[in-house]
């Protein structure tokens, strides 16, 4: 249901003007209730009314969906033509309208009256009381009960399902307007929802299960645009009606969705979109709407602990107390092995404010650049290959230009699981007849095959083979001359055109070369290169299955060359855009948290760059480039690297090889964990500050499209101290003084730093709907397409010579299976949070989904238990068999702490970037009936570490 | 008159129609056709031959009175219960019909032997009033000669 | 060889006709007779059938009605040479009942092999078309404009204009579309002509598709009628062997093909775009308009969707020019229709005639008034015409003539050209609960008034049926009424009122509680 409260805050929510906007611009102009006005042809007269304030009673009407003309309630009269629906009329030059008269009244009175003739009337005691447009409209029509009723009637009967882990469906207060049908089609694009029967006896209904066991992802839309009390949330049921507003933005996926997140009594009542943000037009997914009770679990850590070795119990101080303490570790090791001993890691689910002062911590208090963020598990190869190509770190795009695209290519990338509201949003656009998919893939995603979807070219490659493909794809555009010349003639840089080209001609990337090192035809490589050249529109979208490799910069590199090649960047519609995964992950990389570049992504090596620091923070800057994360674990291992700030990562869990993880915090000194919960990392800390989740905190995140967007407490902060405030207490413990009053501060502080951000501010970011960077002097306003008039990088795009290598990781005869490891919808990460919310309920253990046909060989069915035997370690797992996954491919997912997935991956890693290589690791399966070794010790280390937890209390 | 539902037939049927435009009403029209109901093991492979969702298939299913979802009785009659036959005396008719069979229009006996369905008009008018019986027309019904259309047709009891 | 007529006819095989066949075929083998039997559409005089025509030295002499076991007794009576019988009628195009009417599109039925192509063009099948493949689609559309034609579905929505705005749009892919549905109670002439001279139709959807731009039609036939099935899906067969659909149809480089589609029973899919998205394979409820199909029709491209009657007239509007169709009619409706006596009347059947004749003179001249000998009543009551919302005639206004505005005037239509007559013993409250019942039996379920009000107003009547508060729930179904009318997305909803209403008006003490009335007084 919309809500219908005034926000006392920022909050500016767009109103519903309950027919979709029209592309015409042409005005024309008519009157409606004697008021002249003037409106775009081909709108609806409702939303011409809306628009200029004239309300018209309506409920199956809502302005992201296509009017059915169902409810009748909106019908207005025409001079000279017959009472007829305002969503369904369409506006022309000099109509005569009128909305309100004793006729209207009298047939819309009958309407509700027949309504209400189907309606139980439990206004009184319903969970939408107040918050129903049905009541509010019989309300207003002084309905006070059915006339056209005979008691003898013999009423159908309904349909109650409280499956659903979040919301509620009860048939009896339906009145079938049918928008959440048309919502789980038009913008969730999942179809789970139907009606069933016809007149009287339609039926909203999810197929032939209840919705827990339906195809429901409980995205929440329907709920949301349900009038009535038909569809609600079990937390309105339970609660009632929120009465505090306050607008945010969601912290799981990089999408970054827009949240009004309603409370009372500093509860969470429930979460809906912001209609008002750009990322997600007004729509989300259930980790955004539903999955927060982790905020407020009671394994929630709220006070500082601290210990003397890990082997120990923990002990419950105060900041101050932790504070001293730690300056106290810190400092030892800085006397005892000097600065380079220490470094942190910044997590990129903060705030770029909290993420901002982490790494002026690391970068003043420790005195070296050994700072880094998850990117480098995830997009670091992204940041390196489209700076190296088009001289920017980051997507070229907004979200908003998906409705553009005519030919989509999407490589390595899961949408519907890893970024739902942009899978949704793809689907939308994919459905739209004439507009072409391409798939990269070893996996049959949504994006492949799902109602109304079916991509047009699916290479469904071998794991790890992506740079030939897309070679070979540059072969077919080259040598079919599918390229656009004069583009690469004014936006490249010549000096290394010809190069490029002759390597790109050469043999070996031939379509029928590349079709048998990747498994797929030949025919399909030449067809995609030529659906991807059709058009100046062609947009790429592409994720990890592109940089968790061992030559992830390479995949990168070798796709942006083919939208250099085709002319494809620049343009509403086309480009390259990294589906980033974290919340802030972009934000962590353009803020400094990298041992390589500050604030804006300055060299640190640059001498001039180390005197603006040393100037800006009154602390020395080293031109030394700092270690990378997996250099900071194998440095602890030669015990180089001794004490460690780990600021919301859970590195073992999904950092790879876990053994050697585990080895190295082991032989560190000194670990410091900022976080929320004690986690696995925690068995090895000996400080653990409690941090605020982002429903208590304020700030920025940037989301995947360099969308600045706020982040504002909804809740009371449950901690005493802000991270921010943490982090500066530590500096200042240290000796390096540190101090802000507001993140506002901070704020000022970055825009004096980077350009790029100059022009920012909180307000503006309210009042537009996010902000994207660039956002200074030139573009006041943001920059939602890059590389419009000249590609960024200096001189030009380059394309980049890329030649395929097979990795070392790839299947052989002793380990015959490749392991693919990934995400799903309900689960985050290492699953700390979305673990302890009702999101559980769907998915308790991670799965090995295994083709049937490789299971039948090795004489598996779903559930068996199996030994997955890496070259480096094993665990068991459960499995379960799928069509979906490429034969010869196994997948799974790293959510769960006691599979523990990523204890068997090894150490392979791109070369440039040192991401880790997660897409490929050769493994075998046997059947087992028991846990592995290392699970079983581990499992018995999270036991004791839950003793020493007890004991702190 | 119908034949016994088996899938692998029933895949046939659907694969058949796999690049038919549109082509779901038309398939479970041929499923109805061959096996007298539509059996919802089969919602999958038709979600999947057109592109929608299982739930998607239910909604049409469920919209059409031809299209049932479990399997018919042995006879089955179906009456016509427009104006034109009405017009001329149907009802003492269905009357007799109903009493005869024991059940009620648009009821299956309990033993699966009948089953009388409700149509409105069958293009006989002129001629009515006007009953199928197991796809056999009949005009000019009469109370009278009712109950013999049915013996003389219905196999069972 | 001796050529010998049984109709496959719908109602002439319920009437007996394949037991006849089957008779003649064993005693003709029996005393070896050299004989060959041609299935013919009816001629549409039920009472005869089953009609059996000899064909006597070029001329067909007919019997009828003909039952099993009469054929006996024409074998005996030398029937095979035109023998003397009690049956024996002779011409039987010299009936006054068929010697009587206009039959512009009927002309075939009845008289051709309508499993034959080359019968029906050696009939001057295609000349129309042939002539077509020679006019540019904006002659077409003028033809049709003279011709005054106007769509016999049910909306009589002047056709030249859904042809033009159909061409005028913009758009790589086109349809025709056949409404085959005719779901009218008391309605068969679309059933006989697809039974009698099935490439009639085809021959009127090519000329449409040539007038739009069209190189795919589609039929929706309602599931209820099996044979048509079987005569379509030949004659389309055929069509395409004959080179009469397909690729460069008859070297005029056009192309044209044609597929039929059956319905699953859902009355509102006879509504045209619940018929379109039936016809995408989805469930059949009404689509908003606009976008209208002509723009946005099926698969969401522009389509011209013909009744079966408004497309075979077309056939001679464009074979005889359309002044020449306009000449017959009466008013604003223009040309011929082929209207449908049925219920309770003795001589039913389908005749075709030009608009303006009084629905007195057709139940008189040619229904032959209400049938004494059948216990539906003795006296005329009531005339329903167009089908189960149509409006209810009483014996006084039975002299409006049969044209659209007159019966728009009464606050009816002629709808489909079902004229349903009743006999004293029909229930006024009964069909006035019918009319009801099949709206929400049949409603969608889109819109509001219809989907529950239909169903409130069935409920209602069931009370006045039982006596129970009348007269104020005759006030409350008014209005209820007045609500459906008014504001029903689609027809169903929006005319269910008109049965409703004309009843109430003519036959006003069934339905007031005579109690009541005597203690107020
Ligand atoms: N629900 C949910 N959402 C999330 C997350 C989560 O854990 N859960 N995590 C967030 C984070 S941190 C990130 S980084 C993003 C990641 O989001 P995505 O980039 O979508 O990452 P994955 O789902 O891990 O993998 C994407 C695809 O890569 C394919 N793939 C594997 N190997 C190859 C290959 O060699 N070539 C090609 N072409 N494809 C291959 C896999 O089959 C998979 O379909 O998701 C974010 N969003
Ligand atoms: N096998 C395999 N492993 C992978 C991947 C894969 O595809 N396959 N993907 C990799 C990728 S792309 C990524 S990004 C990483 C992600 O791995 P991680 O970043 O380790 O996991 P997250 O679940 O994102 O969260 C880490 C921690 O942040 C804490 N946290 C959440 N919110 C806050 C907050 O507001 N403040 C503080 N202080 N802490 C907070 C959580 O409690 C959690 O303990 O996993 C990597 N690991
Ligand atoms: C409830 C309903 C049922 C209808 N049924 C039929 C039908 O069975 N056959 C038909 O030709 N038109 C039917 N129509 C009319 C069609 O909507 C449409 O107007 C007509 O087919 C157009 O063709 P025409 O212009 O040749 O009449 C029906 C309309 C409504 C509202
Ligand atoms: S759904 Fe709305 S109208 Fe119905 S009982 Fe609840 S509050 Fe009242
Ligand atoms: S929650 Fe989302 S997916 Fe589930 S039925 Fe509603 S709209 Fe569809
Ligand atoms: S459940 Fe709600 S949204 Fe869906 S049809 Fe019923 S009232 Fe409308
Ligand atoms: S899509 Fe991503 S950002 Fe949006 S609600 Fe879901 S998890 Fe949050
Ligand atoms: S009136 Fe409304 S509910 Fe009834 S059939 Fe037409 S659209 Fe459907
Ligand atoms: S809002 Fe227009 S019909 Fe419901
Ligand atoms: S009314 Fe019964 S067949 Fe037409
Ligand atoms: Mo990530």
Not at chain 1, 385 to 393: A, H, N, P, V, Y
Request: glycine share 8%.
């Amino acid at each position: 249901m919309q809500s219908k409260y005034n926000p006392s805050n920022a909050i500016n929510v767009k109103c519903d003007y309950g027919t979709p906007a029209v592309d015409s611009k042409k005005e024309v102009s008519l009157t409606i209730d004697g008021q002249t006005i003037t409106a775009f042809e081909g709108e609806s007269i409702m939303r011409a009314s809306l628009k200029n304030g004239i309300n018209i009673p309506r409920l199956c009407a809502t302005d992201s969906l296509k009017p059915i003309g169902g409810c009748r309630l909106c019908i207005v009269e025409i001079e000279g033509a017959r009472t007829t629906t305002s969503c369904t009329a369409i506006v022309a030059e000099g109509l005569v309208v009128t909305t309100e008269s004793k006729e209207l009244f009298k047939l819309r009175k009958n309407l509700l009256d027949l309504y209400i003739s189907e309606h139980p009337l439990d206004c009184l005691v319903c969970s939408a009381n107040g918050d129903c447009d049905l009541q509010t409209l019989c309300a207003e029509h002084g309905v006070r009960g059915s006339r056209f009723l005979v008691e003898d009637r013999k009423p159908h009967k309904p349909v109650i399902d409280h499956s659903a882990p979040y919301f509620d469906y009860e048939s009896t207060k339906c009145i079938s307007c049918y928008k959440c049908v048309r919502v789980c089609i038009e913008t969730q694009g999942t179809f789970a929802l139907t009606v069933k029967g016809r007149g009287l006896n339609s039926e909203v209904c999810p197929g032939l299960f209840d919705f827990k066991n339906s195809i429901c992802v409980s995205c929440g839309k329907c709920i949301e645009v349900c009038p009535t009390a038909s569809l609600n949330e079990k937390n309105i049921v339970s609660m009632g009606l929120p009465s505090k507003q306050v607008a945010t933005t969601c912290a799981y996926c990089g999408v970054g969705c827009g949240l009004i997140v309603e409370t009372k009594m500093d509860e969470i009542v429930r979460i809906t979109p912001n209609s008002n943000t750009a990322s997600n037009k007004n729509h989300l997914c259930v980790k955004g709407r539903f999955a927060y009770d982790y905020v407020t679990h009671k394994e929630r850590i709220l006070e500082p602990l601290i210990r003397e070795n890990i082997n120990a119990p923990w002990k419950k101080v105060s900041f101050d107390e932790a504070f001293a303490f730690i300056a106290k570790g810190f400092n030892q090791i800085k006397e005892k092995y000097g600065n380079e001993a220490l470094g942190s890691l910044a997590s990129s689910r903060c705030t770029i404010e909290e993420i901002y002062s982490l790494q002026k911590l690391n970068r003043t208090a420790f005195g070296n650049n050994n700072i880094d963020n998850c990117a480098r598990r995830c997009h670091s190869p992204t940041g390196y290959g489209l700076e190296q190509t088009l001289g920017t770190s980051s997507g070229t795009q907004d979200f908003n230009s998906i409705e553009q695209v005519d030919v989509f290519l999407i490589v390595g990338a899961n949408p519907t699981n890893a970024h739902p509201v942009v899978g949704s949003r793809l689907k939308k656009r994919m459905r739209v007849s004439g507009v072409k998919t391409i798939v990269i893939d070893p996996m049959e995603t949504e994006l492949v095959n799902s109602p109304l979807i079916k991509a047009d070219v699916h290479l469904q490659i071998k794991p790890g083979t992506n740079v030939a493909v897309l070679n070979a794809i540059a072969h077919v555009l080259v040598t079919q001359n599918l390229i656009d010349k004069k583009y690469i003639k004014n936006y490249l840089d010549k000096t290394f055109v010809q190069e490029y080209m002759d390597f790109i001609k050469q043999e070996q990337h031939s379509p029928e070369n590349v079709a048998k090192i990747a498994e797929v035809s030949s025919y399909d490589i030449v067809k995609a290169a030529n659906i991807y050249a059709s058009s100046h529109k062609s947009s790429i979208y592409y994720g990890l299955g592109v940089t968790e490799h061992a030559h992830g910069s390479d995949g990168v590199m070798t796709l942006a060359n083919l939208a250099m090649l085709t002319g494809n960047l620049g343009r509403d519609g086309s480009g390259i855009n990294p589906l980033r995964g974290q919340n802030n992950v972009q934000g962590a990389c353009d803020v400094g948290a990298y041992p390589h570049s500050t604030i804006g992504y300055e060299d640190v090596t640059s001498q001039k760059v180390a005197d603006k620091y040393t100037k800006a923070w009154g602390v020395k800057q080293t031109t030394k480039v700092g270690l990378k994360m997996p250099e900071m674990i194998d440095n602890a291992l030669q015990d180089k690297f001794k004490g460690f700030f780990i600021q919301g990562e859970e590195i073992m869990q999904s950092e790879p090889d876990l053994p050697r993880i585990a080895k190295a915090l082991s032989k560190m000194d000194f670990v410091v964990q900022l976080d929320l919960f004690l986690n696995e990392t925690s068995a090895f800390a000996h400080v653990f500050l409690p941090g605020c989740s982002f429903l208590e905190k304020n700030g920025i995140f940037i989301n995947a499209e360099r969308r600045l967007s706020r982040v504002r407490n909804a809740l009371k902060p449950k901690v005493e101290l802000q991270e921010w405030q943490t982090i500066a207490k530590v500096a200042t413990a240290m000796g390096f003084d540190m101090h802000y009053n507001q993140p506002e501060e901070i704020l000022d502080e970055m825009k004096g730093l980077w350009d790029d951000i100059s022009e920012v501010s909180y307000d503006k970011i309210d009042l537009l709907g996010g902000v994207q960077w660039p956002c200074n002097k030139e573009n006041p306003n943001g920059s939602p397409v890059l590389h419009q008039d000249k590609i960024i990088r200096k001189g030009g795009g380059a394309l980049k010579i890329c030649d395929y290598q097979e990795t070392k990781s790839t299947a052989d005869v002793d380990f015959p299976f490749t392991l693919i490891t990934g995400r799903i919808l309900v689960h985050y990460n290492v699953g700390t949070q979305t673990r302890r919310t009702k999101n559980s309920e769907w998915h308790e253990k991670d799965e090995l989904l295994i083709h049937p046909s490789d299971a039948q060989s090795l004489a598996l069915k779903t559930g068996d238990l199996v030994s997955l035997i890496s070259k480096t370690n094993a665990i068991s797992i459960m499995i379960r068999l799928s069509k979906k996954v490429k034969v010869g491919t196994v997948f799974t997912t790293f959510h769960h702490p006691d599979t523990a997935i990523n204890a068997i991956q090894g150490w392979e890693k791109d070369k440039v970037t040192k991401c880790p290589e997660f897409k490929v690791t050769a493994v075998k399966i046997e059947a087992t009936n028991t846990l592995s070794e290392w699970q079983i010790t581990r499992n018995e280390q999270i036991e004791k570490q839950k003793d020493f937890f007890e004991a702190s209390i | 008159m119908f034949k016994e539902y088996d899938f692998d037939t029933a895949l046939k049927i659907i694969e058949k129609n796999i690049n038919l435009r549109g082509g779901l009403v038309e398939t479970l029209r041929n499923l109805a056709d061959v096996f007298g109901y539509i059996n919802e093991e089969l919602y999958p492979a038709l979600a999947n031959a057109f592109s929608l969702s299982e739930a998607g298939v239910l909604g049409v299913v469920s919209f059409y009175s031809d299209f049932k979802t479990t399997p018919r009785a042995k006879n089955v009659i179906k009456v016509c219960m427009a104006e034109g036959c009405y017009a001329r005396k149907s009802k003492n008719m269905i009357k007799v019909l109903c009493d005869t069979l024991e059940i009620d229009i648009g009821e299956e006996r309990d033993d699966g032997e009948f089953e009388i369905e409700e149509v409105f008009c069958l293009g006989n008018c002129a001629v009515g009033p006007n009953i199928v019986v197991n796809e056999k027309l009949y005009a000019r019904v009469t109370s009278d000669n009712v109950k013999n259309i049915i013996n003389k047709n219905c196999k069972g009891k | 060889m001796i050529k010998i007529y049984v109709p496959l006819d719908t109602t002439s095989v319920s009437l007996g006709a394949d037991e006849v066949v089957q008779e003649i075929t064993r005693l003709a083998k029996q005393n070896n007779q050299d004989i060959k039997i041609i299935r013919n559409g009816s001629w549409g005089l039920f009472w005869l059938e089953t009609l059996v025509e000899v064909e006597v030295n070029g001329q067909r002499i007919a019997y009828g009605p003909v039952n099993e076991e009469d054929v006996a007794e024409l074998f005996a009576a030398n029937f095979l040479n035109g023998g003397e019988h009690k049956l024996r009628i002779g011409d039987i195009t010299k009936v006054p009942y068929l010697a009587k009417q206009t039959r512009l599109c009927f002309a075939r039925v009845g008289l051709v092999d309508p499993m034959d192509i080359d019968d029906y063009i050696k009939h001057g099948g295609f000349t129309a078309l042939k002539k077509a493949f020679s006019m540019s689609p904006a002659m077409i559309i003028k033809e049709m404009e003279y011709s005054g034609l106007r769509g016999r579905g049910g909306a009589a929505f002047p056709s030249y204009l859904k042809l033009q705005a159909t061409k005028d749009a913009i758009a790589e892919e086109k349809f025709v579309v056949c409404n085959f549905d005719e779901g009218d109670s008391g309605t068969f002439s679309d059933r006989m002509m697809g039974e009698g001279d099935p490439f009639m139709i085809l021959e009127g959807m090519f000329l449409t598709a040539l007038a739009v731009g069209a190189s795919e039609g589609y039929i929706y036939l309602r599931s209820e009628y099996p044979i048509v099935r079987k005569v379509l899906n030949n004659a389309i067969d055929l069509a395409r062997q004959a080179g009469w659909l397909g690729k460069n149809v008859q070297n005029s480089n056009r192309d044209f093909d044609i597929h039929l589609r059956v319905g699953a029973g859902s009355y509102v899919c006879g509504e045209e775009t619940a018929l379109l998205n039936s016809l995408e394979g989805k469930r059949g409820t009404v689509r908003v308009k606009p976008p209208f199909p002509v723009h946005k029709g099926l698969f969401g491209k522009p389509t011209a969707l013909f009744n079966v009657i408004s497309l075979v007239s077309m056939v001679p509007i464009i074979e005889k020019g359309g002044e020449e169709y306009a000449k017959y009619g009466y008013d604003r409706s223009r040309g011929t229709c082929p209207f449908q006596l049925s219920g309770n009347i003795k001589y039913g059947g389908l005749v075709e005639l030009p608009f303006g004749i009084t629905v007195r003179d057709i139940i008189d001249d040619f229904g032959g008034g209400v049938e004494f000998s059948f216990d539906g009543g003795r006296e005329l009551k009531l005339v329903q015409i167009g089908g189960p919302l149509g409006y209810h005639m009483s014996k006084n206004d039975l002299d409006n003539p049969l044209d659209y505005e007159h019966f728009k005037a009464l606050g009816g239509h002629i709808g489909h050209g079902g004229i349903i007559v009743m006999g004293h013993d029909a229930s006024a409250k009964e069909l006035a609960h019918f009319a009801f019942d099949f709206c929400a039996l049949e409603s969608c379920g889109t819109c509001t008034p219809c989907r529950i009000g239909s169903r409130r107003g069935a409920e209602m009547m069931e009370q006045v049926i039982s006596g129970k508060s009348v007269n104020e729930n005759i006030i409350l179904i008014k209005e209820l009424c007045d609500t459906l009318t008014q504001t029903s997305l689609c027809a169903l909803g929006g005319i269910t009122a008109v049965p409703v209403l004309s009843l109430i008006k003519h036959f006003p003490n069934e339905f007031e509680d005579r109690y009541n009335k005597y203690v107020r007084r």
